[in-house]
């Protein structure tokens, strides 16, 4: 994750233009996988696809802009992006919530990476777990549990997105979990 | 209210790292979206050089319009 702060700062100070793009490639390398994840974890159908696009396009533009110094920021930065282009669709389409994510097509992922990473008796029980934990889950839990186990969006993040002190955020991430390891338990 | 516990936390770390890996691996970016990235990093660029090329000129403030020598008259 170094890599990608190392080749935003280069972008920032980078003049020419081959070498932006250059470096445009290799940082959306890295930052397009977790993006296209989070819009099309909120999104679904084809209007998924025009946000998606939306959202490259706004963090390409705006990537000289960025004023933060670490990979935590930049990932702040980039999914405040791609939260406003959310906003932007919703507003069209009048939902706000994550798109559930089937338990099989969780399962088929977590065999994917099982090829790369092999998993031991207890990172699969562990695995196993988790996933109950994020399939049944309340709407409204889903949400916030997925933005931050899965995203990683922290709680001021969250807090920020939806207009609530930190500590509502942080409470509430507890009492969701707490509810769904006593439905899963 | 009971913290998230360390194995809780833990649990649901593994999950996002090995689900994101995955992810990533079963979509990478595609050429349209290469493009995409690209277009806009040359307009972006574009935008700057234009900046540069026709610096905005202020118009004179009114205390500098008072300043401002008169126009020598014409005498063509």
Known sequence: ?185 | MAEISPEDRLALHEFSVRYREAYAKSNPLSELHLETIQDAVRGEYEREQDAKRSPSVEPPSPAKEKEREPEEPDHS
């Open chain 1, 1 to 185: 994750m170094d890599d990608l702060i190392k080749l935003v700062r280069t972008y920032r100070l980078t003049a020419g233009l081959a070498e932006r793009i250059r470096l445009a490639e290799q940082i959306f390398g890295l930052i397009g996988p977790d993006l296209h994840l989070f819009v099309f974890s909120h999104v679904s159908g084809p209007a998924a696809y025009d946000v998606f696009q939306e959202v490259l396009k706004a963090v390409a533009v705006s990537l000289k802009q960025f004023k933060g110094d670490t990979v935590k920021e930049f990932w702040a930065w980039c999914y405040r992006i791609a939260r406003n282009k959310l906003n932007d669709q919703y507003r069209r389409q009048a939902n706000d919530r994550l798109v559930p994510v089937a338990p099989e097509d969780l399962w088929q992922m977590m065999e994917a990476s099982a090829q790369d990473a092999p998993m031991t008796p207890a990172v699969r029980h562990d695995l196993e777990y988790a996933m109950k934990l994020l399939t049944n889950s309340k709407p409204e839990c889903y949400d916030l549990l997925w933005n931050h186990f899965v995203f990683g969006l922290d709680y001021a993040d969250i807090a920020t997105d939806r207009n609530m002190s930190y500590d509502s955020v942080r409470m509430k991430i507890g009492r969701c979990l707490e509810e769904v390891k006593s439905l899963v338990s």
